[in-house]
């Protein structure tokens, strides 16, 4: 039996990115394999839930846990692995603020099934068949996981050690991560973001900043920005200033403003909040001052329509944990 | 933590409604509350002493005042944590007298709310922190840019305290505009007799030695802030030495180059050698050098040896870079007419004889193109003047406000017509009259009275076209504001322009970051109270560069800003910085510029070497806008930081 | 206006014609307003017609509803328009205000000065300006359990400094889109002005919002 500590990689509520994003380590995925055994991964390697159950607790080093927590079979595997894991890290988006999946929590349950099963153009489901918990059929029952009625991230549901935000991580922090855990060097305290960038993707986005000030907003289909000055300058919303750096500045580099994938910087609870609050400021208010004041929603709203979904721009990858996280209960 | 809570019974203002035995057996409870004393009537002398005594006795950690509004006592309580030795920013003060004992009826929901209100407080007081004032040493000497009538009034006022006053000057003399008019609304006084003296103040009074003029001079930049500016200017070369000149035109008489004279609107020549115009101040000629033979690369010394002071004329006199440190700065620059061809059916520019009120002013003017007698381009004095006012004025197209002092012009002007060319016909062309206060109403009066005069009310510039035929006769076709039609002939058109801001409003506005408003004009901190002070800390602004005003209300401006300045820069005083202000934490910045515009202090500065910005603590008014738009929340608001509010939220909230 | 009598002569025909020219003018504008008037008239109508079907159809539905409930059906509610009584009247709404210090917070002591009584449910939060209320604030605040907030900045031209009140009111039309898409309703989220005067608006700002409020009922943010 092989001594090198053991590591596991899961894919709860997610895309498959982050697996995606472990073999774009290229070649240190050699030295990766020289160093751990990957013993759980279900997208690459074979590896049965029972033999996870037969480990002793902690015997995973590290767990990769990616993927948000949407069903109750996603939080039993957050549970398991957190149970047999040392380090457990919640890796990608959805695993550390709920990521896409997450944006299903501005629609009910309901709501979602019927999107899904019933009442979109492409399906034809004249009995309105949905998923049930337990199914009756002749052969007995039909069990499949609870579908849960908000999707929560890894954090909400068990103890996680550190933190991995990206859309996917991107490699280079990956291999970061692994290496420092190599070095047998002191780790960062417990609860930690790692693999990320000190402050925001601008401070990484190599775009010509100044002073802002913005009097109107754009879609991205609308203008072709000039490809030096930053984006928001020129008008298109990048979530760059209230995004997490980390990725290098990857979008706002190709021409493409920041979604916001690394989540909230440190010390901002919701990336949203934030963005409404810079937005807000940097819109030129020359107009509004000589304005009479039941003019200005009016007027502003002109400026913010090219906004068409906020919670989609503003916590794309974010709203599990922003501090509404959803739709509200009444 | 020790949270020491105290509850004001305010007499029975508050105890009438609010139940404080209920609220202070419900407060003792709850974590980290150390005691709750009561307390008769908090701000009274015996109150504060109590206050104190208790303070002193129990020591605590934080302390929670609820009384009356903090827009009463906050600062009295303050004022007693200091005087124990308590930093005073470790108190949060709860309104149980405005906002809930005198606005609730019934006793037990305020007793409720009065307990919300306390539980919010005291979760806020524990996040607080001490804060500290600091210091520093300011400069008390003060810039002034503009020698008109305002920069003037200033600079005496400060000199006549003691403080070192340098005024910057861009033409080569002082006085402003209404030195060169002959007479000054309201009461007919002569420009020249009533600015000199105090130009002589100036120049050699009691306090001159506190006063630094320089003429020909720019700023080039500023550095710094309130307290402690450095200013670089720029000081053209004048070739003559205005120490050692006297004055005695020799030199003038000499210089073999004639050009067209600015301060005449070019209506008549000047030397290149010359005064401004005769008895411009400071006395002394100066070289235009552009039209000097010398810089056409002769070698004329024709000035220099008329002159009978030796060293006078200077030929390789120099641009010179002075530098300045001062703690504030008054802009007084002054104003300029809206140009009058951009209203092309007035004929200014193309017609003979139609002049602004600018060059009627200097035609009036005994130093002037026509020696002070009111004539045609070809020498006849005028048998009908027109006056239009309002030119470009109360006109969305043009400038939508009204100056104000045009009206006062035309009056004055149709004063000096009736004096010097009687007979003349004179036709007002206006869309309102003004005539505020209670010295302006005479000069209208007597506008009125003039038997040769008539006023015709128009609605719009466009309604007005003016025409020449071929022999020079000026015909005015106008509509009134009934819809009538009209036409009258004119010798002579003067325009009342607008009065915009000056030359030189933007140039400075970007180098001092002092915002002009929607007209250009340097923008004051508040309409009302606040006319004197731009937005910027120690930039004051004074006369018709900040709106248009009459010499008055220019005077007025600069010597209450002087006001300010003798308040705010005493000797020996620091300048006291408050401790509410926002705070860049350099770690978490990355430099996305989202903050700097947002402020209206100036106050945030973008550093392009570290890529960080970082905030002027004795600029910043703690408003904390900025702190909110910090998308990476790497600005502090202290005394309303984030942990404190969202604290106090929780609290109000439990 | 002050005009002279000094105007040159106009011949009396040009006169006459120009006040005809007028007079016919005003007759062609007399002529609009009134047909604008019976068209108001029209509508007026047609809306009330229009409430009074609906208000019929409400009726029924409550019927049903009211039968199937008692016939202990098992199903969900389906009517939205509760009547307000169904909500416990021991309900009192949390609702957190967030007051600048120059204005709103000075027309809230205006209106203690005054002596005029308003709702207990309105907590108060002093900023020094409303460019400090951050939007994470009134998230938080909806995180944890107020039922409502208020924003009240300075009258636009009065902000003590200057500017953040514009700003404020940028963020809040934001806000206000953000909100509803959570669901949270409009009346939960108020944003006004305030001067340091206005104790009486203050009063009735906060007595409306709470009679909104709770008529909205209680609000629960964190669902899982």
Known sequence: ?330 | ?654 | MISKNKQPSVPDNDRLSAIENSISNLEQKFEAIENGYTNVLNVTKSLAEKIGALKDVLSDKINANEERSSTHEVSQPQVILAPVEVKSKQYEPKIVGFLCNWCSYAGADKAGSAQIPYPTNVRIVKVMCSGRIDPEFILKAFQEGADGVMILACHPGDCHYKEGNYRAAQRYQMLKKLLNQYGIEQDRCYFDYVSAGEGEKFVRLITETVAKVKSLGPLKVLVE
């Open chain 1, 1 to 330: 039996m092989s001594k090198k500590p053991k590591i596991a990689m899961y894919w709860a509520s997610a895309c498959g990115g982050c697996e995606v994003s472990l073999a774009n380590v290229h070649e240190v995925l050699l030295d990766i394999d020289a160093n751990f055994e990957l013993v759980f991964c279900p997208c690459l390697v074979d590896g049965k839930i029972k033999d996870v159950e037969a480990m002793d607790d902690g015997e995973l080093l590290i767990t990769f846990f990616n993927g948000a927590i949407r069903n109750s079979e996603n939080e039993e595997m957050a549970h398991l692995l957190r149970k047999k894991t040392k380090i457990l890290i919640a890796y990608g988006a959805c695993s550390k603020d709920g990521g896409i999946p997450a944006l299903a929590n501005l629609s009910s349950k309901e709501e979602l099934f019927n999107t899904v099963y019933i009442n979109n153009p492409s399906i034809d489901n004249p009995k309105g068949i949905i998923p049930q918990r337990v199914t009756i059929v002749e052969e007995g029952e039909l069990r499949i996981p609870e579908f849960y009625n908000k999707v929560k991230s890894l954090g909400q549901t068990v103890d996680v050690d550190y933190f991995m935000p990206g859309c996917p991580p991107e490699p280079d922090q990956l291999i970061n991560v692994v290496n420092l855990v190599l070095s047998g060097a002191e780790l960062p305290p417990k609860g930690s973001v790692i693999g990320v960038g000190k402050t925001t993707v601008c401070e990484e986005c190599s775009r010509k900043k100044s002073d802002k000030k913005i009097s109107r907003i754009y879609r991205t289909y609308e203008i072709i920005p000039d490809e030096e000055t930053c984006l928001l300058e020129q008008g298109i919303v990048c979530m760059g200033i209230a995004t997490r750096g980390g990725c290098g500045g990857l979008c706002p580099n190709v021409n493409m403003p920041c979604t916001g994938c690394y989540g909230p910087p440190a010390g901002v609870d919701d990336q949203g909040a934030k963005m409404i609050g810079a937005l807000g400021a940097i819109i030129d208010i020359a107009a509004i001052k000589d304005m009479p004041e039941e003019d200005i929603p009016d007027y502003v709203d002109n400026i913010l329509k090219s906004i068409p979904d906020y919670a989609g721009t503003f916590y794309k990858f974010s709203l599990a944990t922003a501090l509404v996280n959803g739709r509200v209960n009444k």
């Open chain 2, 1 to 654: 933590m020790k949270v020491g809570v105290y509850l004001c019974e305010c007499g029975t203002n508050i105890t009438e409604k609010v139940d404080l035995d209920q609220v202070s057996a419900t407060i003792s409870e709850l974590d980290n509350v150390g005691y709750v004393s009561k307390i008769g009537l908090m701000c009274s002398y015996d109150g504060v002493s109590v206050f104190e005594d208790d303070l002193q006795k129990q020591k605590p950690d934080r302390v929670v005042v609820a009384a009356c509004s903090p827009r009463d006592h906050e600062a009295t309580f303050m004022k007693a944590m200091t005087k124990v030795g308590i930093n005073q920013y470790l108190m949060q003060m709860v309104n149980f007298r405005e906002q809930l004992s005198w606005v609730t009826e019934d006793k037990q929901a305020a007793t409720d709310k009065a307990i919300v209100m306390l539980k919010g407080a005291i979760a806020r007081v524990v996040q607080q922190e001490a804060l500290e004032k600091k210091s520093i040493t300011m400069n008390n000497d003060v810039l002034i840019i503009g020698a008109g009538p305002a920069g003037l009034k200033a600079a005496l006022t400060l000199a006549e305290a003691d403080r070192k006053v340098t005024i910057i000057e861009k033409s080569p003399m002082i006085g402003g505009l209404p030195v060169r008019y002959e007479e000054l609304f309201p009461k007919m006084e002569c420009g020249p007799c009533m600015l000199e003296p105090i130009e002589h103040e100036i120049l050699h009074g009691d306090h001159a030695e506190n006063i630094e003029i320089i003429t020909q001079a720019e700023l080039k930049e500023v550095k710094g802030f309130y307290g402690n500016f450095i200013a670089k200017i720029i000081k053209a070369p004048r070739y003559v030495d205005t120490e050692i000149c006297i004055g005695c035109a020799e030199c003038v008489g000499a210089c073999p180059v004639s050009v067209k004279n600015p301060m005449n609107s070019n209506m008549n020549e000047k030397k290149a050698m010359d005064f401004t115009f005769f008895g411009a101040l400071p006395n002394a000629t100066y070289i235009d050098y552009e039209a000097c033979l010398r810089s056409k690369g002769e070698s004329c010394e024709a000035c220099k040896t008329a002159c009978p002071i030796e060293g006078a004329v200077i030929f390789d006199d120099k641009e010179e870079i002075i530098e300045k440190n001062v703690g504030a700065i008054l802009l007084a620059i002054g104003t300029q007419l809206y140009d009058a061809t951009l209203l092309p059916n007035l004929g200014y520019g193309a017609l003979k004889d139609v002049v602004t009120s600018y060059e009627f002013e200097r035609i009036l003017s005994s130093g002037g193109p026509t020696g002070g007698q009111i004539l045609k381009s070809n020498g006849d004095i005028p048998k009908s003047i027109a006056i239009i006012h309002c030119v470009g004025s109360l006109d969305e197209n043009h400038k939508s406000y009204c100056s104000g002092t045009c009206c006062q012009t035309g009056f004055k002007f149709a004063h000096e017509l009736h004096h010097k060319v009687g007979e003349s016909t004179i036709t007002h062309f206006y869309k309102q009259l003004v005539f505020p206060g209670k010295s302006d109403y005479p000069l209208y009066k007597n506008a009125m009275n003039n038997s040769h005069a008539k006023f015709v009310n128009y609605l719009s510039t466009s309604d007005i076209n003016v025409v020449e035929n071929k022999k020079g006769v000026k015909t005015i076709s106008y509509k009134d504001v009934s819809g009538i039609s009209g036409e009258i002939e004119a010798d002579m058109i003067i325009l009342l322009p607008a009065t915009i801001p000056g030359l030189d409003n933007e140039s400075l506005s970007s180098l001092l970051e002092v915002n002009l408003d929607k007209e250009g004009f340097f923008e004051e901190l508040h309409g009302l109270v606040d006319s004197v002070r731009s937005k910027v800390k120690g930039i004051f602004v004074a006369g018709s560069c900040q709106s248009p005003t009459d010499i008055k209300g220019a005077v007025n401006q600069g010597v209450a800003a002087a006001g300010y300045m003798l308040s705010g820069l005493v000797p020996g005083r620091k300048l006291e910085i408050e401790p509410i202000v926002a705070e860049v934490i350099e770690d978490k910045c990355a430099g996305c510029h989202v903050c700097v515009l947002v402020c209206p202090y100036k106050a945030i500065q973008f550093n392009e070497e570290t890529k960080k910005s970082s905030i002027n603590a004795v600029l910043c008014q703690g408003c904390g806008t900025c702190v909110s738009a910090c998308p990476a929340n790497a600005i502090i608001g202290h005394h309303f930081t984030k942990e404190e509010i969202y604290e106090e939220i929780r609290g109000v909230l439990s």
